[in-house]
């Protein structure tokens, strides 16, 4: 046999050998790091308790219809959903400036969740694009109806707002 292949086969053999104390002590602390991982993403994560939904035309906030003091933080409610409803016969929202709420069809409507999740369940845009986006569970994540030119997004008080 060649001189290098049994130099080279000595070599390997000896690391792919099971040593049991230290493999063990390897295996062990490879599941205490991903444990403390896990335990520690655990408590860091948010605190899902002071959220809510903020609705936007362009950079204008909307309120609920149904809301008389139109409070623009709009809440979950505590149990099943919640539907936010525009309709085109309520009457046009005036947003300042001489500006109104627009949107294709008769209405726009999304619904919240008791999960502390949103989706558009109802719009007319051409071929129904925003209603297909599905349920948005995290804050931040903006919600957005481009055809409609109008977003939804959860806001917690966990994550501040950043100004841009």
Known sequence: MDRKK????GLFSDELRYRPVKDSILIFLSFLMVFVIVFVTYLLRP?????HVEIRYGATL???PKDPSKETAIAFP????REIVYRREDGEIFLGEGRYFQFYGEEVAITLYSDRSIEITREESPRHVCSYLGRVYDPYVPLVCLPNSFQATIVSSFFPEWDA
């Open 62 to 64: 909307l309120w609920d």
């Open 78 to 81: 505590e149990e099943g959903k």
């Open 47 to 51: 605190s899902l308790e002071n959220v």
């Open 6 to 9: 049994i130099l080279l086969r």
